[in-house]
């Protein structure tokens, strides 16, 4: 049997949000290996950065554009909100385990995110960054993945460091983006 093979370019919109100095920028940074912007918006404080693959699935292969939504710098968040929340289909949650206040105030992002986005059709992921710091920890892996069990959302730890945790965490967000029984995840074509 032949199979069918498809090639559509769909673009997913995926905001992070967390306190600052989580380490969000630098997520991206590395996921997409871009050190310099894509497009920068000093005006609204948001970089927008994508991130392009070919997915294998058992049907075929899909091509996939990833982009994403970062807060930058020192900006009244409420005056970018709308925009920034419009037709987001994932939210990544980010908190430094090093800092408990950062996760505290996980409550108040996912509050805010259920209050600006259509949270039925959103994915959440919480992610506790900043792992190589173990003997900084303030907040345990099992309080994390508490909070994500309380938040129905899946939950990564990562360090943007040593990249323990990040392909994991975007073989994830991508699974569930294109919810599909995925044969092989192989950024096989990435720019
Ligand atoms: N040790 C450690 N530092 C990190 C990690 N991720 C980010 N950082 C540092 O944390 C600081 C804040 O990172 P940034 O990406 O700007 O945070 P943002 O404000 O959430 O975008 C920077 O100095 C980063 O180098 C990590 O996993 N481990
Ligand atoms: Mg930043």
């Not at 609204?44 to 699935?57: F, H, P």
């Not at 967000?173 to 096989?188: G, R, S, V």
Request: some cysteine; aromatic content about 10%.
């Amino acid at each position: 049997m032949v199979k069918k093979k498809y090639y559509a370019r769909t673009p997913y919109k995926i905001v992070v949000i967390g306190d600052p100095a989580v380490g969000k920028t630098t997520l991206i940074q590395k996921y997409t290996k871009k050190i310099y912007r894509d497009e920068y918006l000093p005006t609204l404080g948001v970089e927008i950065t994508s991130k392009e693959a070919d997915i294998k699935t058992f049907d075929g292969v899909e091509h996939i554009s990833l982009i994403f939504w970062d807060l930058s710098g020192q900006l009244q968040f409420s005056k970018v909100r709308t925009i920034f929340y419009s037709g987001v289909k994932a939210i990544l949650y980010m908190y430094d385990i090093t800092n408990p206040r950062s996760f505290q105030n996980i409550n108040y992002w996912y509050k805010e995110a259920i209050d600006n986005s259509k949270m039925s059709t959103t994915i959440g992921i919480l992610i506790g960054n900043k792992i190589d710091l173990e003997n900084e920890r303030k907040i345990s892996h099992v309080s994390g993945s508490s909070k994500a069990l309380e938040l129905k959302m899946q939950f990564f730890e990562t360090s943007c460091k040593t990249h323990r945790g990040v392909n994991e965490l975007f073989n994830a967000l991508i699974k569930l983006l294109i919810n599909k029984n995925i044969h092989n995840i192989e950024l096989i074509q990435s720019k």
